[in-house]
């Protein structure tokens, strides 16, 4: 038997799409005014916050959450305009280190202060402390519930 949503519920789930669209939207015209996308976003700054030396292409992967292919494709076109380079892991032949060029180090730090602004204009600065650890449960919930483990950035 189907469980179909209350009108509250789907007053809900349709209002979270919509945000979800909302905010995305925001943010890709923010990134967008340094030549970034969301999906280069998404690399940039874990490898911005990870070591000097760089990151498993793998564990890359992991940490937003991509499977290997598409991570192979966005390298690809990031390394073709100078934001990443690809290095042979010097532990494991097989594998590959990703770390950010100085050129993509410039680019995350122009970028980063107006992405961060944008966030807080248009989602962070609306909730309160009580709604921020509310929501901040929820997605946490989500993502078990989704069979996706917390990567980090809880």
Do not use: I, K, Y
Request: charged share 30%.
């Amino acid at each position: 038997m189907t469980r179909w949503l209350t009108d509250d519920e789907q007053r809900m789930w349709r209002g979270w799409l919509d945000m979800h669209a909302a905010v995305g939207q925001a943010t890709s015209e923010q990134l967008a005014e340094h030549g970034l996308s969301e999906a280069d976003w998404a690399l940039l700054v874990p490898l911005s916050e990870g070591p000097a030396d760089g990151l498993r292409a793998r564990d890359l992967g992991r940490v937003v959450g991509w499977d290997r292919s598409r991570v192979s494709h966005q390298l690809r076109r990031m390394e073709a305009r100078g934001l990443v380079e690809r290095l042979d892991c010097p532990t494991d032949a097989r594998g590959t280190v990703v770390r950010l060029t100085a050129q993509g180090r410039r680019l995350v730090e122009a970028a980063a202060p107006g992405h961060v602004e944008t966030v807080r204009r248009v989602f962070v600065d609306l909730v309160d402390a009580d709604e921020l650890a509310l929501l901040t449960d929820v997605a946490r919930r989500v993502r078990e519930a989704a069979g996706d483990p917390p990567c980090g950035r809880d």
